[in-house]
């Protein structure tokens, strides 16, 4: 079974996009407070990846600017992160998530908003589990692509999908 057209859930998520985006920067904010330089990432569409749709890899594709992408790509070959945070929760038939990837040394932090459709996501979630692993494949529409292994995906699933 193909995923729905990703324009629906992106056009669902638009209606919160704005006050999760205040969320992530306010969260950037404690950062900065806590002595990190904090990147602001700016998302565009989020696609489900998983074996059924055709993908290696079980985990969320987001779309970035190529220059995002390189950012983060530097910042994973020089120093890799070393924790992540993410919050999640629902509303109605979408999942919301504020995202943040950081790194102890120099203290940086990258953050963005995403969002999938739980009934899309389903066999996602099922083999990031059995994995271990959720990826998050951050790419350009030139193709420049970075992944990120998240080695607890129940993070991405809020309470009430539990």
Not at 6 to 25: K, N, Q, R, T
């Amino acid at each position: 079974m193909a995923p729905n057209d990703p324009d629906e859930a992106a056009i669902m998520a638009g209606s919160y996009w704005e006050d999760l985006e205040a969320d992530v920067v306010a969260t950037l904010e404690e950062y900065q407070e806590a002595g990190y330089e904090a990147t602001m990432l700016h998302p565009g569409v989020t696609t489900v990846l998983a074996p059924e749709y055709g993908d290696e890899l079980h985990g969320l594709a987001v779309l970035l600017p190529q220059g995002e992408v390189k950012e983060v790509e530097s910042l994973i070959e020089s120093d890799g992160f070393d924790e992540a945070e993410i919050y999640a929760s629902r509303v109605g038939s979408l999942v919301l998530l504020g995202l943040f990837f950081s790194i102890e040394e120099p203290p940086r932090v990258v953050g963005f908003q995403s969002y999938y459709l739980p009934a899309e996501a389903e066999g996602m979630l099922e083999g990031a589990r059995e994995t271990g692993t959720l990826s998050l494949r951050l790419h350009s529409q030139y193709d420049d692509a970075v992944v990120i292994e998240c080695a607890a995906p129940d993070l991405f699933v809020p309470e009430e999908l539990e």
